[in-house]
């Protein structure tokens, strides 16, 4: 009976993290998975989320600089493009720290990149100082980056912030801290 109970425990732990890989590359860039997550949603799992950056973050400051950084979302559920920007648009809105006027235009062209997805699909949110933000579905870019730091910053506060962040679990975890 006990090795049936050591079975179910790895299979239990498997499904509850996929593959996401321990390293990133990213624009000649190695970078290394810092953490990773789950995100569930009144108990069902929405996503896997995984911080991927050059250096491992020692504090909350530390994860979400003008530095070469990787975020990547494996998503367990066919989800809407309109759920997914309206649940990025009410966790950015909640945050004090956030000016969204500031950002407007280039969230909405952020947004506009946005598809619906499907169990097993990947959204890669990768930041580079020189380069700006790009967005990946399945490895594939969609659209332009959107050049500057401080949008990255507000819009990677949906997983860093240390307050205002879609789960402050979630973010110790993709943190490590």
Known sequence: MKIYSVILIYILAYSLYGDLAKECEYKGSTLQKQGES???HYGFKVYQVAYYSLQAPQ???DSNTDSISVLVL???RDLKRSDIIKNAQHILEKNPDIDLSDHENKLDQLHRLYSNVNKGDRYKLAYHPNDGLELYLNNELQGE??????FKKAYFSIWLSQDHSVSKSLTKK???L
Do not use: A, D
């Not at 980056?145 to 401080?150: A, N, R, S, T, V």
């Open 38 to 40: 789950i995100f569930t």
């Open 59 to 61: 504090s909350f400051k």
């Open 74 to 76: 494996q998503y367990s």
């Open 145 to 150: 980056p959107i050049i500057g730091y401080e």
């Open 174 to 176: 993709i943190l490590n």
